[in-house]
């Protein structure tokens, strides 16, 4: 089984297109909704007293939530954020914590024997604390970004020396060490404990370094993007998820997965949310997938 850990959010999402506002979103809900195509995935997080109920239904349809809280006193974690014409480079415009500035992680018991184990991006000390709490994790992966990395530097470098592997954005990387080369920023966050680091170069693609290699792999070509919002986030629980079923990591399966997480990115950005993603099933994601290596072939 495969356990997700994260934010479970509202998002504000401003395109110069169109405003989405408190609509389902965060890190653990796109990274586990991506993975639940491949692996049976349970979610832990927590939300407040605002958290619709329809979202709720939709989230129990695809994943164990019995590690979902529900805070009765406080919000839910709620982002908003801009992005313009590019539909690439974000501005954050307000992070509210809310239900996660003092949120005490538990994992179900039933989850304590996980095989796998996804960190979405999330506060790096409750990321480490619920880590602890696993009695054998065979795989653990996790993912961070700038505000994290701006804010808890240390914490970020503590969690990513736990890990098996490690996913993140260029800019995160390039913020992480002041380091201009994505292949350096990859080269340093391997020399930090795991075995592998990926990073993302969205509609560029992304970068393994593995075993002192360097394997790009461009993105899937998609036309149509209407909110960038949890790209990574699909990638991450993509690749995640496909991995899962491969028993093994080597070059072949990190290969193989990166390919599923580029298919899951490029779904996500298609609509607004998690829209496309609970829209999506075993036959598109072949589909894309058949496409993908006839583009790959050389
Ligand atoms: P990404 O895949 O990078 O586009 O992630 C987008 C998701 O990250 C949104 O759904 C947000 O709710 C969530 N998010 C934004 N800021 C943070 C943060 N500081 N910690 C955890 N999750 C966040």
């Known amino acids: 089984m495969l356990t997700v850990f994260g934010t479970v959010a509202l998002d504000t999402t401003r395109t110069p297109f169109h405003t989405v506002e408190r609509t389902l979103g965060g890190t653990a809900t796109f990274a586990s909704i991506a993975a639940s195509n491949y692996v049976s995935t349970s979610i832990v997080g927590i939300v407040g007293n605002d958290f619709p109920a329809s979202y709720m239904e939709m989230l129990k349809n695809r994943l164990d939530i019995r590690g979902l809280s529900i805070s009765k006193t406080e919000k839910t974690f709620h982002y908003d954020s801009s992005f313009g014409y590019d539909l690439y480079k974000r501005t954050t415009n307000k992070t509210e914590l809310n239900v996660i500035a003092n949120y005490q992680s538990t994992v179900p018991k039933e989850f304590v024997d996980s095989e796998y184990v996804y960190l979405a991006n999330n506060?790096?000390?409750?990321?480490?604390?619920?880590?602890?709490?696993?009695?054998?994790?065979?795989?653990?992966?996790?993912?961070?970004?700038?505000?994290?990395?701006?804010?808890?530097?240390?914490?970020?470098?503590?969690?990513?020396?736990?890990?098996?592997?490690?996913?993140?954005?260029?800019?995160?990387?390039?913020?992480?060490?002041?380091?201009?080369?994505i292949l350096k920023c990859a080269r340093l966050l391997v020399s930090n404990g795991p075995s592998f680091a990926l990073i993302n170069k969205g509609e560029n693609g992304s970068l393994l370094f593995y075993e002192n290699e360097f394997y790009p792999i461009p993105g899937y070509p998609t036309e149509t993007i209407k909110d960038p919002t949890g790209a990574g986030d699909s990638f991450g629980g993509a690749f995640m998820g496909h991995l899962c079923t491969q028993g093994q990591i080597n070059s072949n399966s990190?290969?193989?997965?990166?390919?599923?997480?580029?298919?899951?990115?490029?779904?996500?950005?298609?609509?607004?949310?998690?829209?496309?993603?609970?829209?999506?099933?075993?036959?598109d994601i072949k589909q894309r997938h058949e496409k993908y290596k006839e583009i790959l072939s050389l």
């Open 254 to 283: 990190l290969k193989n997965a990166m390919i599923h997480g580029n298919i899951m990115g490029s779904f996500a950005i298609e609509d607004y949310g998690i829209q496309r993603l609970v829209n999506i099933g075993n036959k």
């Open 123 to 181: 506060d790096p000390v409750q990321n480490l604390n619920l880590l602890n709490q696993f009695s054998h994790p065979k795989l653990v992966i996790c993912d961070t970004m700038d505000f994290w990395i701006l804010n808890k530097r240390d914490e970020v470098i503590k969690m990513i020396n736990r890990v098996d592997g490690i996913i993140l954005n260029e800019s995160e990387a390039r913020l992480l060490f002041k380091e201009n080369s």
